[in-house]
């Protein structure tokens, strides 16, 4: 271990005093010498200390930031919710209002893209219909014995 030479010694010893010096400077109330920097530091410094703390949280901070952000939340839930309905208000009516406009020229065009129904193409899709309609029963009525 390296011990401190006397030069050194000095440098604390006049920083300790210059210290001491700000400190009583500024219990006294005097005011700042535009001359003295480091003194002017140090007083800033004691001040800085001498000031009280930032208030203390509250204890229940945490709870007021989860209600804060749970509020917001279910607002703009509420919001994305209610501009959804009018988006599809105003998608159906626009769909009901082109349908009624121009859907007497396109019907024709939709009825020649389907394919001439057979026999066994009917047979396939009562089978797929009737295991919809079973899996549909079953689900509701699992739902509602629980």
């Keep these: 271990m390296k011990t401190p030479t006397p030069h050194s010694d000095d440098r604390f010893e006049r920083e300790w005093q210059a210290q001491e010096h700000a400190l009583d400077h500024e219990r006294r109330g005097l005011p700042l010498d535009p001359a003295d920097a480091r003194?002017?530091?140090?007083?800033?410094?004691?001040?800085?200390?001498?000031?009280?703390?930032?208030?203390?949280?509250?204890?229940?901070?945490a709870a007021r930031i989860v209600r804060h952000v749970n509020d917001a939340q279910v607002l703009g839930e509420r919001i994305e919710r209610w501009l959804l309905r009018i988006l599809t208000a105003a998608l159906a009516l626009s769909a009901a209002v082109v349908m009624a406009r121009y859907g007497a020229s396109w019907v024709p065009a939709f009825?020649?893209?389907?394919p001439q129904a057979s026999a066994q193409t009917t047979g396939w899709t009562g089978l797929l219909a009737a295991c919809l309609a079973v899996s549909l029963l079953w689900q509701w009525g699992g739902r509602s014995l629980r």
């Design 39 to 61: 003194s002017s530091e140090y007083r800033l410094i004691a001040r800085a200390l001498r000031a009280p703390a930032m208030e203390p949280l509250p204890l229940d901070l």
């Design 111 to 114: 009825v020649e893209l389907l």
